[in-house]
């Protein structure tokens, strides 16, 4: 076999993982952002003031941050299960060095603190979770279409040929997903008054780099003959494909229907899909082709799991929407995100046990035909992950309580109450908002460049995939190949960040 042909098996015929393990890895990015923001803050309680060296913020943000994740799904895969119970007890460590030397230093009673906390008032237009959630999902992706090409990956992570949960799998969804909570339609407010289909004039002109990523990736791939996983989205589709056109088709349906009632056209559509897979022979042609030998004649039959897989996309961007519309509704208090959360995980275990009906009744989660347990699937551990979010930055907030004038990137603010200062003029104003120092936040970086991150990820896996046999490498080699990788890409986006620089022209 060609060097092609063997990377191409490396990644072919492979049936995903647990939802319990991928469940349990979800947890590690949360963990990790935990970790970095009690760090922050024990350093804060040492030293008086916030690490000022762009270098060492770099560093340790990467350290914490990202090199775990990466050991993870790597070296560390057959311990993941571990992996959370270390990293809690580690956070659970610092929490208990900074209470400790807290005592010494304050007088506060630590009630005082707690019900200062239920009473806190949170800046209500900024929802970090929401961010750190984008960012991550494009971290973890970038991670692994690198990794899933060395054999230290393990290959139940990767994606699934047609039935199963890989890590990958989830990826994709989780892109759409994430795109959705930022659409023109979700920040929108809800007293503007703009044209019908101004949003789907504004996601043509944002759309087009994607188009035009997507038709570079189909001519780079194709002159040089890089290795490609066909049943993936088929012969010349491609996910950038994918993301456009579902922009473009959300904001179609979103301009002639109630927004508000995204979820219930994202249901009818995911479940309308799902009846015809098993009522025609869709599903065969899907798999099989049109002559059931997994034939590529014609565009359609040669794209087939691309083209008819964007139904479900389409289903998951439209409840995602729905979950935007909601998450952005005004909870300025932290009683009202604990009761948010509440709702989360209640929404969560229904999607879960409707997960578990259809798997049982109509079929296995499939990402190749992004069918309807795929739906229910993803948005399930969407939601998982953005709780996991919330809950770390509502535990960081009362960790700032306990150290004042701590605080950590890309995390809330404690707020003045509406209406308390008002005769300063001062009603909602932020308490030492953290974006006072946006260069210091490897997070801020990727977020002001993110389709920058993504294309340099895919432009550097290529180039490490052509002049490395990936194959047959020593860990030792793989997870310096991929630190460094992961690492250029962060260096990259945080000069730029430092220097105010925002490649986005559209």
Not at 225 to 246: D, I, K, M, P, R
Not at 491 to 506: D, E, G, P, T, Y
């Amino acid at each position: 076999m060609s060097q092609k042909q063997l990377k191409e098996a490396f990644i072919s015929n492979l049936n995903g993982t647990s939802l319990l393990e991928i469940s349990v890895g979800l947890s590690l990015a949360p963990l990790c952002l935990l970790c970095r923001g009690l760090l922050l803050i024990l350093y804060h309680l040492h030293c008086g003031k916030p690490v000022s060296s762009r270098k060492y913020s770099l560093l340790l943000d990467f350290l914490v941050l990202v090199s775990p994740l990466l050991f993870s799904c790597t070296v560390l895969s057959p311990v993941l299960f571990l992996m959370p119970v270390i990293l809690a007890a580690f956070c659970a460590g610092i929490f208990s060095k900074i209470c400790s030397q807290r005592k010494q230093e304050s007088r506060v009673p630590f009630g005082q603190v707690v019900k200062e906390f239920q009473q806190a008032h949170l800046d209500p237009e900024y929802i970090p979770a929401i961010t750190v959630f984008r960012v991550y999902v494009n971290v973890l992706t970038s991670i692994s279409i690198l990794a899933v090409d060395f054999p230290q990956y393990p290959r139940r992570f990767a994606k699934a040929e047609t039935y199963g949960t890989g890590v990958m799998d989830l990826g994709v969804g989780a892109f759409i997903f994430g795109n959705a909570l930022v659409c023109p339609e979700v920040r929108q407010r809800p007293r503007e008054t703009q044209p019908k289909f101004s949003n789907l004039a504004r996601q043509f002109f944002s759309v087009w780099p994607l188009v035009s990523l997507g038709v570079g990736r189909l001519l780079s791939v194709k002159s040089i003959e890089y290795h490609e996983h066909t049943s993936e989205y088929g012969v010349h589709w491609n996910f950038f494909f994918t993301l456009a056109f579902v922009r473009l088709a959300a904001s179609l349906l979103l301009a002639v229907l109630p927004k508000n009632k995204s979820w219930i056209v994202a249901l009818t559509l995911a479940a309308l899909y799902q009846l015809i897979l098993n009522t025609t022979s869709l599903k065969t042609f899907l798999l099989h082709g049109s002559s059931g030998r997994d034939s590529r004649v014609g565009f359609l039959d040669a794209n087939r799991e691309g083209l008819l897989s964007l139904v479900g996309y389409l289903a998951i961007y439209l409840a995602s929407v729905q979950v935007g519309l909601w998450l952005l509704r005004c909870r300025g208090s932290v009683r009202g995100w604990l009761g948010a959360l509440r709702v989360l995980a209640l929404v969560v275990v229904v999607l879960f046990v409707s997960l578990h009906v259809s798997q049982a009744h109509t079929d296995p989660v499939s990402r190749r035909m992004a069918n309807l347990s795929y739906c229910l699937w993803v948005i399930a551990h969407c939601l998982m992950l953005f709780i996991f979010f919330v809950a770390t930055d509502l535990t960081l907030v009362f960790t700032k309580l306990l150290v004042k004038g701590s605080s950590v990137p890309c995390s809330w603010s404690v707020v003045r109450p509406p209406n308390s200062d008002k005769k300063l003029g001062t009603e909602a104003a932020p308490v030492g908002r953290e974006e006072e120092l946006p260069h210091l936040c490897l997070i801020s970086a990727i977020n002001k460049n993110q389709l920058l991150f993504f294309l340099l990820a895919n432009v550097m896996t290529g180039a490490v995939n052509i002049l490395v046999d990936t194959i047959h490498s020593k860990a030792a080699f793989a997870l310096c190949t991929l630190h460094l990788y992961m690492f250029l890409n962060c260096l990259i986006v945080s000069i730029l960040h430092a220097k105010n620089i925002v490649l986005k022209f559209w």
